[in-house]
């Protein structure tokens, strides 16, 4: 069977993409986004299977990637595999859809009989990575495996892809690895860049603590220089706010890509859902935007970056009920 592989690019998404290649082997593998997907969908075209990986459906492009996909579900088998919150309504025959559990949970045990087992510990470097390792799967799981080792390897995934965050074919490399169960600590260049990942994520923490703004209701970062996922966590932490964003400036297409992170909210206070907050904010402005509830992402165009922030602080405190 000619089988064709999409995926995300961060840890989850490596890993995924790691076990769907390991269950049909010889596959090429893609990274996409969420934006991304619409178009390079198209290179599905002639394949007995399509596997999709850790893609958020965003709202603004929904209608159109499902009317895409099931047109080519018509000739193909398609797999669509995703852990992020769906639009209202949203359903399909091929997609595979758990908002709790991690990406890579969830291609791994789609694909179980079709992996050796030993390869749950790459499924599980994905659910660390992806902050989804307390789910009753994944803790049966770390039972078979020390779990200082297994964090120990996650860690190295996580850390080290950081410093090539943007070379997709380092990242391919990656996945080939991963599926033919490498450690990642075998990993020369993963073992290197942790080290060096590690180092910079430090020198991160300490420009954010010094350069935080904060707003009534969030804190921001701009042009971190580093990871912007962490970046958006330390100017939550920094900016003792429940929630931090971080922004960085694109000057070719004169657009900010944001990260946003938020804080499990006390039993007493409402949490907010970052996934409605930013993926309707960033359409209003002609941006696109989504992802978890604690956790998500977007683009907004320059010119109206300044007022999105009032825009998005205004939101904030109104889904946390501050006055």
Same mark, same amino acid.
């Given at each position: 069977m000619k089988?064709?592989?999409f995926t995300?690019s961060?840890s989850?998404?490596?890993?995924?993409g790691?076990?769907?290649?390991?269950a049909?082997r010889?596959?090429?593998v893609?990274f996409t986004?969420a934006v991304a997907?619409?178009?390079?969908?198209?290179?599905?075209r002639?394949f007995?299977r399509?596997?999709i990986?850790?893609?958020?459906?965003?709202i603004?492009v929904?209608k159109?990637?499902?009317?895409k996909i099931d047109?080519?579900?018509?000739e193909s088998e398609?797999?669509?595999i995703?852990?992020?919150?769906?639009?209202e309504?949203?359903?399909?025959?091929?997609?595979?859809?758990?908002v709790?559990?991690s990406?890579?949970?969830?291609?791994?045990y789609?694909?179980k009989?079709?992996?050796?087992p030993n390869?749950s510990?790459?499924a599980?470097?994905?659910a660390?990575?992806d902050?989804?390792?307390n789910?009753?799967?994944?803790?049966?799981?770390?039972s078979d495996?020390?779990?200082?080792s297994?964090?120990?390897q996650?860690?190295?995934?996580?850390?080290g892809m950081?410093?090539?965050?943007?070379?997709?074919d380092?990242?391919r490399?990656i996945v080939?690895l991963?599926?033919?169960?490498?450690? +990642?600590?075998e990993? +020369?260049?993963?073992a290197?860049?942790?080290?060096i990942s590690?180092?910079?994520?430090?020198?991160?923490r300490?420009m954010?603590?010094?350069?935080?703004i904060?707003?009534k209701?969030?804190s921001y970062?701009?042009n971190p220089?580093?990871?912007?996922?962490?970046?958006?966590?330390?100017?939550?932490?920094?900016?003792r706010?429940?929630?931090g964003?971080?922004?960085?400036?694109?000057?070719?297409?004169?657009v900010?890509d944001i990260?946003?992170r938020a804080?499990c909210?006390?039993?007493d206070k409402p949490?907010?859902n970052?996934?409605?907050i930013i993926?309707?904010?960033?359409?209003n402005?002609?941006?696109?935007?989504?992802?978890?509830?604690?956790?998500a992402g977007g683009?907004?165009?320059?010119?109206?970056f300044?007022e999105?922030?009032?825009?998005?602080?205004s939101a904030v405190?109104?889904?946390?009920g501050?006055?």
């Open positions: 089988s064709i592989i995300h961060d989850d998404g490596i890993c995924s790691a076990l769907a290649l390991a049909n010889d596959s090429p893609f986004n997907i619409l178009s390079d969908i198209e290179q599905a002639g007995d399509v596997i990986c850790d893609i958020a459906i965003n603004p929904s159109k990637l499902k009317a047109e080519i579900s018509e398609v797999i669509y995703d852990h992020h919150p769906l639009p309504g949203f359903d399909a025959p091929w997609l595979i859809s758990d709790t559990a990406a890579s949970e969830l291609t791994f789609h694909f009989n079709d992996l050796d390869m510990r790459v599980l470097y994905g660390i990575g902050y989804r390792d789910t009753d799967r994944v803790c049966d799981l770390v495996w020390d779990k200082r297994l964090y120990y996650a860690g190295t995934l996580s850390q950081e410093v090539g965050r943007r070379d997709y380092f990242k490399d080939r991963l599926s033919v169960n490498t450690l +990642p600590s990993i +020369p260049v993963l290197k860049n942790a080290i590690a180092r910079k994520e430090n020198e991160l300490v954010v603590e010094r350069d935080v904060r707003m209701n969030f970062m701009l220089n580093g990871c912007m996922s962490k970046a958006a966590i330390y100017a939550r932490v920094y900016g706010t429940t929630v964003l971080a922004a960085e400036y694109r000057e070719h297409k004169d900010y990260s946003v804080k909210c006390p039993v949490n907010i970052l996934n409605l993926s309707r904010l960033t359409e402005y002609g941006g696109s935007g989504g992802g978890h509830p604690l956790a683009r907004v165009p320059a010119s109206a300044k999105f922030l009032l825009e998005l602080d405190g109104e889904a946390l501050n006055k």
